[in-house]
């Protein structure tokens, strides 16, 4: 059964990284058509069935920020050199002051995210839940984060480290999405 507004998750684009292997922020990253990453990352979550849509900024934001499509909620990092846990701890602390039972994450660089992959994650939203993507069985993004664990999650996650050590120990779902694509982020150009 489809989310309706008022229980549907909050969806967190992960882009405030420099892209040091990438050869520079991927929050500017466009595809060979000239379509941003950040504007197929919120579509992905938001025709997946995500409600409000976050999306972290902080290397190159004054340049990123006119590539957030309208609707979407910009949360500044100020600390973004220190890894991508400073994206999800500023990503959660932003999703807190609405009403969303939990939250779909999606980094920018996994430009190719169906909305298929984020519904079957969005299917699992409520205050309790753990889930990620699994391609093949191999952990993958999107991830869906229950409300209750917020605020373990935030302080679980460490420099460029993320989620994932906390999913696993806590025992998430596994949702299948390899027959949907690839789940392979772009680290290169």
Known sequence: ??????????????????????????????????TPWIALAVRALRDGGCGEILVTLGSAV?????????????????????????????????ATSGSAPAVVVLPVDTPDTPRAAVARLVRRAAPNALAFAAYDGAPGHPVLIGRSHWSAVAASVRGDVGARPYLIAQGADAVECGDLWSGADRDER
């Not at 949360?75 to 991508?84: E, Y």
């Open 62 to 94: 004054d340049e990123a920020l006119p590539l957030v499509p309208a609707g979407a909620t910009v949360v500044r990092v100020a600390d973004w050199q220190t890894g991508v846990a400073a994206s999800v701890r500023a990503g959660l602390e932003s």
């Open 1 to 34: 059964m489809p989310a309706t507004p008022s229980d549907a998750p909050c969806g967190l684009v992960l882009a405030a990284g420099a892209g040091r292997r990438f050869g520079g922020p991927k929050a500017l990253a466009r595809t060979p058509a000239g």
